[in-house]
Nanobody
């Protein structure tokens, strides 16, 4: 069992930055691929960025490429999402997810149904 707790969300003006953190419980964090997803009102949950268990492979959605960076510190059981040049369309609830048993194609994951565990989410609001 892995528990995930996100933090770092909030209200920021367009062009600003935020850093989200996701702290994981348990001693198996380093065996999980991790991902950040987001869900805006009325929309489906979508992948933002993902990272392999070692940190050697990463993925970023086209909509955030060049602006958001995912990283992890296995010694601290934490995964981060650095968000720069934020836009109003980045407004959403951001979720951290962990995957190990249902990875389909790679050592990271991009699909909601590949996740084994989810955090409770943190709100990010970007004002124009």
């Amino acid at each position: 069992q892995v528990q995930l707790v996100e933090s770092g969300g909030g209200l920021v003006q367009a062009g600003g930055s935020l850093r989200l953190s996701c702290a994981a419980s348990g001693r198996t964090f380093s065996t999980f691929a991790m991902g950040w997803f987001r869900q805006a009102p009325g929309k489906e949950r979508e992948v933002v960025a993902a990272i392999s268990w070692s940190g050697g492979s990463t993925y970023s959605a086209d909509s955030v490429k060049g602006r958001f960076t995912i990283s992890r510190d296995n010694a601290k059981n934490t995964v981060y999402l650095q968000m720069n040049s934020l836009k109003p369309e980045d407004t959403a609830v951001y979720y951290c997810a962990a995957a190990r048993s249902k990875l389909r194609y790679s050592d990271y994951f991009t699909e909601v149904d590949e996740a084994d565990y989810w955090g409770q989410g943190t709100q990010v609001t970007v004002s124009s």
